[in-house]
């Protein structure tokens, strides 16, 4: 079975900075495009980056400039940089996998930005 594990969010300050890490087990990483979604309470979950497998990238509008996808194929980690964070950010951010054989999501990991 394809497993997501996901680290690093928490609770921070409006202006301040988390990075989370989604480490990926049970299938080809290196061949998979790799992304974060997130959801705040009573909303669609939303498409926030990818990063293909030769490691292109985009972005959702709404954090463009301000989060950063990246993969380290030797770890089968894929990362998010978030910076200059808002409460508007505050969602649950979820993991994505996706090759030829699965399309899977993480547990989520909740993070709240304060004012």
């Known amino acids: 079975q394809v497993q997501l594990v996901e680290s690093g969010g928490g609770l921070v300050q409006s202006g301040g900075s988390l990075r989370l890490s989604c480490a990926a087990s049970?299938?080809?990483?290196?061949?998979?495009?790799m992304g974060w979604s997130r959801q705040a309470p009573g909303k669609e979950r939303e498409l926030v980056a990818n990063i293909t497998s030769g490691g292109s990238t985009t972005y959702a509008d709404s954090v463009k400039g301000r989060f950063f996808i990246s993969r380290d194929n030797a770890k089968n980690t894929v990362y998010l940089q978030m910076n200059s964070l808002e409460p508007e950010d505050t969602a649950v951010y979820y993991c994505?996998?996706?090759?030829?054989?699965?399309?899977?999501w993480g547990q989520g990991t909740q993070v709240t930005v304060s004012s």
């Open positions: 994505n996998l996706r090759n030829r054989y699965w399309n899977r």
């Open positions: 049970g299938t080809n990483f290196s061949g998979s495009v």
